[in-house]
Nanobody, 126 residues
Framework: QVHLVESGGGLVQAGDSLRLSCAAP????MGWFRQAPGKEREFVSA????????YYTDSVKGRFTISRDSAKNTVALQMNSLKPEDTAVYYC???????????????????????WGQGTQVTVSL
């Protein structure tokens, strides 16, 4: 059983940074998703089990960076230049179905991920 716990959320102002973290089993591909009130959960970023490939939704490219520390078995999402539209609950997810170079469409599919964290709130004010 894989147990995921996110940390690092909070309330910040537009332009600030936050760093989210989550436990990451070494053989699992990892993803970050977010869900704003009244909206569906959406893909944010993902990284393969070996850290060799990373993926981002267009709205966060150039601002967010996903990384993983194999020694500590953690995955992080560094979020810079935050905007009010980034406000959401952020979820960490793990998948054993992603290979070392999955298709972009695969990493964005919630159904690919078997394990989910409970979420951490990120609120960005003007």
């Amino acid at each position: 059983q894989v147990h995921l716990v996110e940390s690092g959320g909070g309330l910040v102002q537009a332009g600030d940074s936050l760093r989210l973290s989550c436990a990451a089993p070494s053989t699992y591909g990892m993803g970050w998703f977010r869900q704003a009130p009244g909206k569906e959960r959406e893909f944010v970023s993902a990284i393969t089990w070996n850290g060799g490939n990373s993926y981002y939704t267009d709205s966060v490219k150039g601002r967010f960076t996903i990384s993983r520390d194999s020694a500590k078995n953690t995955v992080a999402l560094q979020m810079n230049s935050l905007k009010p539209e980034d406000t959401a609950v952020y979820y960490c997810a793990a998948s054993h179905r992603l290979n070392s170079k999955p298709a972009s469409v695969a990493v964005r599919d919630k159904r690919v991920y078997q394990y989910w964290g409970q979420g951490t709130q990120v609120t960005v004010s003007l």
